[in-house]
């Protein structure tokens, strides 16, 4: 219990620091609420994030930015850049850092398609984030394994996490769906063939029931008939 009480305590003291903004404790106050919001208590860290929206925003931003530059550890590094692009969307020396790293070449796919993802979710929009996710669909199948992906799963599953990053940052442009198309024409895997046309109920319903509508009218096995049904079934869903 003792440290339930402690975090309302801060909560509490959250809550009046816009009217006692001169308080010596704002700060430590801040600082501790910054510290509550990257807990790996999910209850904590909601709570705290909701505080520090309703906060006195300028000292929240700075005492976020003064941490990013004196923490070493990358992940941690990347929670308070997200918690900064959180508070104040667009914050540059949030998105820099996501630069920065997106830079290295040393970066799995993964890596790669998360760090994609949380830099468009501090910068909506941002055409780096974008561009990065649309080169890990724009790969060959043929140069998978020179030197970029370890195997084909891997290169597989890249491809299915761009397309999650891409429904989570973007609406679906035009580039986004021709690239998607493009994957949905090349791949010779029925899971990454669904994933794409799963990715239209968000971008393009009607683009999917176009899709899938010729192919269920063709389709002579069971498997596949049932494959698509299930498909229509859920892109054609109100």
Same mark, same amino acid.
């Given at each position: 219990?003792?440290?339930?009480?402690?975090?309302?305590?801060?909560?509490?003291?959250?809550?009046?620091? %816009?009217?006692?903004?001169?308080?010596?404790?704002?700060?430590?106050?801040?600082?501790?609420?910054?510290?509550?919001?990257?807990?790996? $208590? *999910?209850?904590?860290?909601?709570?705290?994030?909701?505080?520090?929206?309703?906060?006195?925003?300028?000292?929240?931003?700075?005492?976020?930015?003064?941490? *990013? $530059?004196?923490?070493?550890?990358?992940? %941690?590094?990347?929670?308070?850049?997200?918690?900064?692009?959180?508070?104040?969307?667009?914050?540059?020396?949030?998105?820099?850092?996501?630069?920065?790293?997106?830079?290295?070449?040393?970066?799995?796919?993964?890596?790669?398609?998360? *760090?994609?993802?949380?830099?468009?979710?501090? $910068?909506?929009?941002?055409?780096?984030?974008? @561009?990065?996710? *649309?080169?890990?669909?724009?790969?060959?199948?043929?140069?998978?394994?020179?030197?970029?992906?370890?195997?084909?799963? %891997?290169?597989?599953? @890249?491809?299915?996490?761009?397309?999650?990053?891409?429904?989570?940052? @973007?609406?679906?442009?035009?580039?986004?769906?021709? %690239?998607?198309?493009?994957?949905?024409?090349?791949?010779?895997?029925?899971?990454?063939?669904?994933?794409?046309?799963?990715?239209?109920?968000?971008?393009?319903?009607?683009?999917?029931?176009?899709?899938?509508?010729?192919?269920?009218?063709?389709?002579?096995?069971?498997?596949?008939?049932?494959?698509?049904?299930?498909?229509?079934?859920?892109?054609?869903?109100?």
């Amino acid at each position: 219990w003792g440290d339930f009480y402690k975090y309302q305590a801060y909560f509490l003291a959250a809550s009046g620091i %816009t009217e006692f903004r001169t308080s010596s404790k704002a700060n430590e106050i801040v600082k501790n609420l910054i510290d509550m919001s990257l807990n790996y $208590d *999910l209850n904590i860290s909601k709570k705290a994030k909701l505080m520090l929206i309703e906060t006195e925003r300028e000292r929240v931003v700075k005492t976020l930015s003064n941490l *990013l $530059d004196v923490t070493d550890k990358i992940q %941690t590094k990347r929670r308070i850049a997200k918690e900064l692009g959180r508070v104040e969307p667009r914050n540059q020396k949030a998105i820099f850092l996501f630069y920065d790293l997106l830079d290295k070449n040393d970066l799995d796919p993964f890596e790669r398609s998360d *760090l994609a993802k949380e830099l468009g979710e501090v $910068d909506p929009g941002n055409l780096r984030a974008l @561009s990065t996710l *649309l080169e890990m669909l724009n790969i060959n199948k043929e140069n998978a394994l020179c030197g970029v992906h370890d195997s084909i799963e %891997t290169f597989e599953f @890249s491809i299915l996490s761009a397309i999650t990053a891409l429904e989570e940052i @973007s609406d679906g442009n035009q580039e986004i769906i021709n %690239t998607l198309i493009d994957v949905l024409n090349k791949s010779e895997i029925s899971y990454i063939k669904d994933r794409v046309i799963l990715s239209f109920k968000k971008f393009n319903p009607f683009l999917a029931v176009c899709i899938l509508n010729p192919a269920f009218a063709k389709v002579e096995d069971d498997n596949n008939y049932l494959r698509i049904a299930r498909l229509l079934g859920m892109v054609d869903s109100h």
